[in-house]
């Protein structure tokens, strides 16, 4: 069974601060790893996948097999970062999404 | 395209109701995804659809709910009779069945049980 874990639930940084928020997971094959984001009032939308190796808004996120992670980051958080982001793994044959609980980011003036 | 278009937007209904929501997904897109969103278990799937067919319903709380997908071009999730623990935003996303995928999401529909 594949799994997508969030350990924060919430996170609050400075604006201009670092900002990694952890996302771990479970799958015994080669996963799909994408982060979504949620900003307020709007629809949930896809921020990055690991496949493409880029940065997103000042986002990256590297998938790490050895310890089964895919933590997003951005050396400088801003204001209009805060959002809900949503870790979130796809089963190659399933093609189907399982998402994270998630992590709601808050970055203060 | 408009992307995933989801109604009603909220619903409020008193318990013992019936409910349904409606997920028109994006043209071409051959695989369907419900969602219910919660403060306390984030974001669960309840159903996927690929070509119209029902592949996952593992997700699916209880037999009080159901979905149905007749074409591509329509989905429904029914809660009968809807409990108060019912109370959550629901979404609906489609994604293409090709190379990697992304799930595009309706805008949700936000349910209250009364």
């Known amino acids: 069974a594949q799994r997508v874990t969030q350990p924060e639930k919430l996170l609050s940084v400075f604006k201009g601060a670092p900002v990694e928020l952890k996302c771990n997971y479970s799958?015994?094959?080669?996963?799909?790893l994408f982060w979504y984001v949620q900003y307020s009032r709007q629809r949930l939308q896809l921020l990055l996948r690991?496949?493409s190796r880029e940065s997103i808004k000042g986002f990256t996120a590297d998938l790490n097999k050895g310890e089964t992670s895919f933590h997003l980051k951005k050396p400088f958080a801003q204001e209009e970062d805060s959002a809900m982001y949503y870790c979130?793994?796809?089963?190659?044959?399933?093609?189907?999404?399982?998402f994270g609980s998630g992590t709601q980011l808050t970055v203060l003036p | 395209d408009a992307g995933v278009i989801q109604s009603p937007r909220h619903e409020v209904t008193e318990m013992g109701q019936e409910v349904t929501l409606r997920c028109k997904p994006i043209?071409?897109?051959?695989?369907l995804f419900w969602y219910r969103q919660t403060m306390m278990r984030g974001l669960e799937l309840l159903i996927y659809?690929?070509?119209?067919?029902?592949?996952?319903d593992s997700g699916m709380p209880e037999d009080r709910f159901s979905a149905k997908m007749p074409n591509a071009s329509f989905s429904t999730l029914k809660i009968q009779p809807s409990e108060p623990r019912d109370s959550a935003v629901y979404f609906c996303?489609?994604?293409?069945?090709?190379?990697?995928?992304?799930?595009?999401f309706g805008q949700g529909t936000r349910l209250t049980v009364v």
């Open positions: 979130a793994l796809s089963s190659g044959s399933a093609r189907q999404l399982t």
């Open positions: 996303a489609s994604s293409e069945d090709r190379g990697l995928t992304e799930a595009f």
């Open positions: 659809f690929n070509n119209n067919v029902p592949i996952d």
């Open positions: 043209s071409g897109h051959n695989s």
């Open positions: 690991h496949i």
């Open positions: 799958y015994s094959g080669s996963p799909e």
